[in-house]
T-cell receptor
Framework: QQQVKQSPQSLIVQKGGISIINCAYE??????FPWYQQFPGKGPALLIA?????SEKKEGRFTISFNKSAKQFSLHIMDSQPGDSATYFC????????????FGKGTLLTVNP | NAGVTQTPKFRVLKTGQSMTLLCAQD?????MYWYRQDPGMGLRLIHY???????AKGEVPDGYNVSRLKKQNFLLGLESAAPSQTSVYFC?????????????????FGPGTRLTVT
């Protein structure tokens, strides 16, 4: 059973546009929601993360929006650049003695020049 | 500080052969993980370890074994390779950062091993 559902599977955006990737979760015990970025041929790397005590977190052009009641969170990439072209994974963790991340299936983002 | 390293980077096996993938981290992290990545399937956890000498099953453990004899190393073994194990394998390590009653942690990934089983 997939506990974190990610959409869309792929996304094409023009340079300068806004990229939006959405994730929904089922487990209300989740309390840590990171986004990972993966370039071709590389391992994933942490991009930005949020806790449910805030509704938004911004780091540069990257913003996470969090809706606790809807059990949804999303990644917004403002002024998208060709260098942002990568696969993005959302994830969630329930803390405590759970040391695992539950990942979404990923979104392949292509930013055209 | 090399972070997380994986060897080998590429490998081709014939069905039925065995091999071991090595993961090493120099960040003194307690937790280590093995994932496989397949198109459209995301990252699926194979096995993980919460400390030296401990291992636990993840989401897709069948056909794999692991060992964590030293804190810095986490080995993934394929006893009898099958074409269904053709994949890209990633190792990761992490620590837990306590923040009040909550905790958060970042997983650091290695560069991956591309395995093809024919």
């Amino acid at each position: 059973q997939q506990q974190v559902k990610q959409s869309p599977q792929s996304l094409i955006v023009q340079k300068g546009g806004i990229s939006i990737i959405n994730c929904a979760y089922e487990n209300t015990a989740f309390d840590y929601f990171p986004w990972y970025q993966q370039f071709p041929g590389k391992g994933p790397a942490l991009l930005i993360a949020i806790r449910p005590d805030v509704s938004e977190k911004k780091e540069g052009r990257f913003t996470i929006s969090f809706n606790k009641s809807a059990k949804q969170f999303s990644l917004h990439i403002m002024d998208s650049q060709p260098g942002d072209s990568a696969t993005y994974f959302c994830a969630a963790n329930s803390g405590g003695s759970n040391y695992k991340l539950t990942f979404g299936k990923g979104t392949l983002l292509t930013v055209n020049p | 500080n090399a972070g997380v390293t994986q060897t080998p980077k590429f490998r081709v096996l014939k069905t039925g052969q065995s091999m071991t993938l090595l993961c090493a981290q120099d960040m003194n992290h307690e937790y280590m993980y093995w994932y496989r990545q397949d198109p459209g399937m995301g990252l699926r956890l194979i096995h993980y370890s919460v400390g030296e000498g401990t291992t636990a099953k993840g989401e897709v453990p069948d056909g794999y074994n692991v060992s964590r004899l030293k804190k810095q190393n986490f080995l993934l073994g394929l006893e009898s390779a099958a074409p269904s194990q053709t994949s890209v394998y990633f190792c990761a390590s992490s620590y837990v950062a306590q923040r009040g009653a909550s905790s958060s942690y970042e997983q650091y990934f290695g560069p991956g091993t591309r395995l093809t089983v024919t």
